[in-house]
């Protein structure tokens, strides 16, 4: 069974740009999670994807954090603009339906602001 | 914000000791969870405790649950220089909302 997919791995941008990252969950899982770590911190959600809805976003900074999951499957995280403390790893993790409590996490998508 | 606080930061112990580290959090749980991050890797599922357990082993791990003091505990015994990493503990409050801790960093030296 393929794990969870991300891409880029790493990413450097100028302060102000825009960046995105892809996630593929594994086959038939019907969660994703998108989670923000900050150098030295644990992983913070930032939104929670139950097939394409949103169950939660309360820690997404909505003013230029934005996330989509078209059709329940593959998804996608935009920064814009980027500020230097979005410095972080981006992780991307899903679960299924039936062990929703276990979640699968990517490799991650490390992104440095300059 | 985080939920849990692991206790030690960091942790620097030989081959074939035992490594405790201990995890507090704030509100009531449904479960919470162990992970295991390598350098630079995504995180790695470890072990679950449900907050009607008290104590769960899964090989080298032995994970303790109080929630009358709202901690936990992750035993390593007879560690192993592969087992140096970062361990999280996340909780869930019964909606799969995870919230992770802090983090203990564990060094084994070979």
């Known amino acids: 069974e393929a794990g969870v997919a991300q891409s880029p791995r790493y990413k450097i941008i100028e302060k102000r740009q825009s960046v995105a990252f892809w996630c593929n969950p594994i086959?038939?899982?019907?969660?994703l999670y998108w989670y923000q770590q900050i150098l030295g911190q644990g992983p913070k959600l930032l939104i929670q994807f139950q097939n394409n809805g949103v169950v939660d976003d309360s820690q997404l900074p909505k003013d230029r954090f934005s996330a989509e999951r078209l059709k329940g499957v593959d998804s996608t995280l935009k920064i814009q603009p980027a500020k230097l403390e979005d410095s972080a790893v981006y992780l991307c993790a899903s679960s299924s339906a039936q062990r929703q409590e276990t979640q699968y996490f990517g490799p991650g998508t490390r992104l440095l602001v300059l | 914000s985080q939920q849990g606080e692991e206790d030690p930061q960091a942790l620097s112990i030989q081959e074939g000791e035992n490594a405790t580290m201990n995890c507090s959090y704030k509100?009531?749980?449904?479960?919470l969870q162990w992970y295991r991050q390598n350098s630079g890797r995504g995180l790695v599922h470890l072990i679950l405790?449900?907050?009607?357990?008290r104590e769960k082993h899964s090989g080298r791990l032995r994970v303790t649950l109080d929630t009358s003091k709202k901690s936990s505990s992750l035993l390593i015994t007879a560690s192993r220089a592969a087992d140096t990493a970062s361990y999280f503990c996340?909780?869930?409050?019964?909606?799969?909302?995870?919230?992770f801790g802090t983090g203990t960093r564990l060094k084994v030296l070979a």
């Open positions: 086959s038939g899982h019907a969660t």
């Open positions: 996340a909780t869930d409050s019964g909606t799969y909302k995870y919230i």
């Open positions: 405790i449900r907050s009607n357990e």
């Open positions: 509100t009531s749980i449904n479960n």
